[in-house]
């Protein structure tokens, strides 16, 4: 049975409650901003991340927006908010990574007491959130450099009925491409092999945020709390109908360069199209890449300048 108060670290939210402050990560000088919303009325405990990725804009300023707008006393249940994760990258302008310590924050899941940074951060919302969770939800969108078709990642790792209420959920967002997965160090897929539903939400372009991009992310967030009976009202028909894709497949850079992609985001390709050219400071070609799959493209890296290993694009290839 869950308790009255509602506790994250040094803060606490008593029923009816909403308290704001921060997080500290112990052994560490690191702090990261959170909301607690304790309901009058029982009912689950909702997780709301954002910038995990600290350049991916939409999400953190829906999850800023959310903290100042909901209220404890409309609430069945309770939400911890934070906003964003990855403090140190956001201030860093970093995409992907901690600049602490190079790592990528969604890969060291679910983290350690006595590691680097970014694996004692993932630690910490590990113990301290997703320990008293009923539901996940992760805010990303386009890093700096990277434009993206929006798109809802949700946990297919757990036990059927946490699959089927991460599958659910996701369907509420008004986000056409859909993808099951249980991807192994990532926040919703740890919490998936925890027994917790969930999913992660991408959605925005190139390291920007826009009112239409935040509002749909409200609207999607405030429709699964009401799915999850923590918000009163009706859930809403977002979309008239979603498309899952069966995976999702990241092409890596094999030389570092100059990168021409040929394609746009949303374009639905068959193995062997042209997705872009590497090329050196004197237009001479070192590689070309193409699609090895049918399906649509998700992710494209905008940026003129490419390092060996970084990720060039993605595709998810549509469900037969």
Not at 167 to 189: E, P, V
């Amino acid at each position: 049975m869950k308790p009255d108060h509602l506790k994250v670290g040094s803060l606490i939210a008593e029923r009816g409650e909403k308290v704001q402050g921060t997080l500290g990560i112990p052994d560490s000088d690191l702090k990261i901003p959170v909301t607690l919303l304790n309901g009058k009325g029982t009912g689950k405990t909702v997780v709301i991340l954002s910038g995990i990725h600290g350049g991916e804009y939409p999400g953190i300023e829906t999850a800023i927006r959310l903290a100042a707008v909901l209220r404890s006393e409309e609430l069945t249940g309770r939400v911890i908010l934070v906003h964003p994760v990855n403090t140190a990258a956001f201030f860093a302008r970093q995409q992907y990574i901690h600049p602490g310590d190079g790592k990528n924050l969604n890969r060291v899941f679910p983290g350690q007491a006595n590691g680097t940074a970014s694996d004692k951060i993932a630690y910490a919302i590990t113990n301290e959130l997703f320990s008293q969770a009923d539901f996940v939800m992760d805010l990303h969108g386009g890093d700096l450099h990277e434009a993206l078709t929006p798109f809802v990642i949700f946990s297919n790792g757990g036990s059927s009925e946490v699959n089927q209420v991460s599958d659910a959920a996701a369907k509420l967002m008004g986000i056409r491409y859909l993808i099951g997965s249980n991807f192994s160090r990532t926040t919703f897929g740890t919490a998936g092999q925890m027994g917790i539903p969930g999913f992660l939400a991408e959605l925005g372009q190139c390291g920007s945020w826009s009112e239409e991009e935040v509002g749909a992310y409200m609207k999607g967030i405030l429709n699964v709390l009401k799915y999850l009976r923590l918000l009163p009202g009706q859930v809403e028909p977002m979309i008239d109908e979603v498309d899952y894709l069966a995976e999702f497949h990241t092409v890596t850079a094999q030389e570092s360069g100059c990168w021409y992609p040929s394609v746009q985001i949303g374009d639905a390709v068959k193995a062997g199209t042209r997705i872009g050219e590497m090329r050196d400071f004197f237009s001479n070609p070192l590689a070309t890449y193409s699609a090895d799959q049918d399906g649509i493209v998700l992710v494209l890296v905008k940026s003129l300048a490419i390092h060996a290993l970084d990720p060039i694009f993605a595709i998810g290839s549509l469900k037969n």
